[in-house]
């Protein structure tokens, strides 16, 4: 059973408009969010992560919002350039367990 | 700072064959996982290890053994390969208190 669900495998934004990539998850024990961007033939890379304790983390152009009532994430990336494109993973964990979980993955391409 | 260095980046497998995927990281990380990598399936959770001699199964440890016996390296083995086992593997390590993983650039296998 997904515990991590990405339900859009794949989005298309403009150059400079706004891309959102949305994460759900089941289990309420999952309290540390990460978003990781994968390009083809490398490994993932960390984006953003964000806590439990906060519902919203930026870093420049990425920002993460945690809606836990929802059990709901989305990562908020503006402008979008093309160099955004690749596929966006999002994970979750619960404290001290370092299982890192990963949801199904989002392909964003950005057109220029 | 090498990171995380997996080995071999390609591998060709028959089935019923047995091999070891190599993980080496260099930043003194106690926490190291594995993580298989499929088509509409995202990245799922193999073994994992919280440090020297202690390891734990994932979502998906069927087929595949693991042993930490140094903070440096985490083997993945492989003891009877079946085409079902064919995906992209990554290697992770992951600083103690939840922050991100560091992966490692993935082996191609193919089990025919």
């Known amino acids: 059973d997904q515990q991590v669900k990405q339900n859009s495998p794949s989005l298309s934004v403009q150059e400079g408009r706004i891309s959102i990539l949305n994460c759900d998850y089941t289990?309420?024990?999952?309290?540390?969010f990460l978003w990781y961007k994968k390009y083809p033939a490398e490994g993932p890379t960390f984006l953003i992560s964000?806590?439990?304790?906060?519902d919203k983390n930026e870093d420049g152009r990425f920002t993460v919002f945690l809606n836990k009532s929802a059990k709901h994430l989305s990562l908020h990336i503006v402008p979008s350039q093309p160099g955004d494109s690749a596929v966006y993973f999002c994970?979750?964990?619960?404290?001290?367990?370092?299982?890192?979980?990963f949801g199904t993955g989002t392909r964003l391409k950005v057109l220029a | 700072n090498a990171g995380v260095t997996q080995t071999p980046k390609f591998q060709v497998l028959k089935t019923g064959q047995s091999m070891t995927l190599q993980c080496a990281q260099d930043?003194?990380?106690?926490?190291m996982s594995w993580y298989r990598q499929d088509p509409g399936m995202g990245l799922r959770l193999i073994h994992y290890?919280?440090?020297?001699?202690?390891?734990d199964q994932g979502e998906v440890p069927n087929g595949y053994n693991v042993s930490r016996s140094t903070t440096e390296d985490f083997p993945l083995r492989l003891l009877s390969a079946a085409p079902s086992q064919t995906s992209v593997y990554f290697c992770?390590?992951?600083?103690?208190?939840?922050?991100?993983?560091?992966f490692g650039q993935g082996t191609r296998l193919t089990v025919v």
């Open positions: 930043m003194n990380h106690e926490y």
């Open positions: 289990n309420s024990m999952f309290d540390y």
């Open positions: 290890s919280v440090g020297a001699g202690i390891t």
């Open positions: 964000i806590s439990s304790i906060k």
């Open positions: 992770a390590s992951i600083l103690p208190g939840n922050t991100e993983a560091f």
């Open positions: 994970a979750a964990s619960a404290s001290g367990t370092y299982k890192y979980i």
